[in-house]
């Protein structure tokens, strides 16, 4: 009998590629356009405009009625922006599912430069992610052309984030603290985007001195609940950093353990450097987490064990 091939090490930029697919898979924005949510928005905007002109013409003047016919035509325009904004969404995304080959994603690159403006946000993260498999300090200069300080107060947390989970995957953690100290996830309704949030926050407070506030914030959001089942593997991530810096042995071999069954390679994200050539950044990484770490994908057979590793 021939031997099998030898499995490849994982390496960063597998790590890289696993989150680019969960990227791709992730379901499309909805539709603004269909009835259902044209429904919704008629109901969410129509019924409380319906209230204040019944309000409006039950007080005797004009002023009521104009102060009220200001406040219908504003709600108008927010929601003609919200449409506007999902369907631009929309596209975006469809631009990115398509995209899973080198080829394909210079060419989405390509299509969102020649279909959305500059500062189109939707298109900049898009075009960040696409970049983030090859050359991920090519997604950080896209998403730093996002002014923070001109978009709205949750996009610009929403680019901070994903700013700071490049700088973290570069092993820049002190970079990656500066923007997460900024982000204020209490404005976020969202639970998956404060569950990702709080992966990316966590992970950089754990990496940089404040493992018990990283424990706090994480353990608000469980990685086992069906809610966040896409963000998991950035849950357990950031967890097992908290847990290793808070000298909490336990819970962080559980959440290793937990990223292993999701995928060994995952585990590839704690292996520095002094192990092995094609390893991150040692910055940030607890000794501890390394060790156990390693001796899983060892463990595992994903590594074949005659391969030379640092000791």
């Given amino acids: 009998m021939g031997k099998l091939p030898a499995k490849k090490p994982p390496t960063p930029k597998m790590a890289r590629e696993e989150l680019a697919a969960a990227i791709r898979d992730k379901p499309l924005p909805p539709d603004p356009l269909s009835a259902m949510n044209l429904r919704s928005l008629g109901l969410r905007i129509g019924i409380p405009a319906l209230i204040a002109w019944v309000i409006a013409f039950a007080i005797p003047g004009w002023i ?130 404060r569950a990702m949030m709080a992966s990316i926050v966590g992970e950089a407070w754990a990496r940089t001195g404040q493992a018990k506030k990283a424990v706090e914030v994480l353990e608000m959001f469980d990685p086992n609940d069906a809610a966040y089942v896409e963000l998991r593997p950035q849950l357990l991530r950031a967890r097992a950093f908290a847990y290793a810096w808070a000298n909490n042995t336990k819970p962080m071999k559980q959440a290793l353990r937990s990223l292993k069954e999701l995928n060994p390679q995952f585990l590839s994200g704690f292996i520095t450097k002094k192990k092995h050539a094609m390893g991150v950044s040692p910055r940030g990484v607890h000794p501890a987490l390394e060790k156990e770490a390693f001796e899983m994908l060892m463990r595992s057979g994903v590594v074949p064990r005659k391969m030379e590793y640092r000791r």
Avoid at 103 to 120: G, H, N, T, V, Y
Avoid at 148 to 172: C, F, S, T
């Fill in 64 to 193: 009521p009625k104009v102060v009220v016919g200001v406040l219908t035509l504003v709600a108008a325009g927010l929601a003609l922006w919200v449409i506007r904004f999902t369907k631009r969404s929309r596209a975006v995304a469809q631009i990115v599912r398509e995209a899973d080959t080198a080829e394909a994603r210079k060419d989405a690159i390509s299509k969102l430069d020649a279909e959305f403006k500059k500062d189109d946000a939707a298109a900049v993260f898009a075009k960040a992610q696409l970049q983030l498999q090859e050359d991920p300090r090519a997604a950080l200069r896209t998403l730093e052309t996002i002014k923070l300080d001109k978009v709205m107060a949750p996009m610009a947390d929403e680019a901070r984030a994903q700013r700071a989970m490049i700088h973290l995957m570069l092993g820049e953690t002190d970079e990656a603290r500066a923007l997460v100290d900024k982000i204020d996830m209490s404005r976020h309704k969202d639970a998956k985007a």
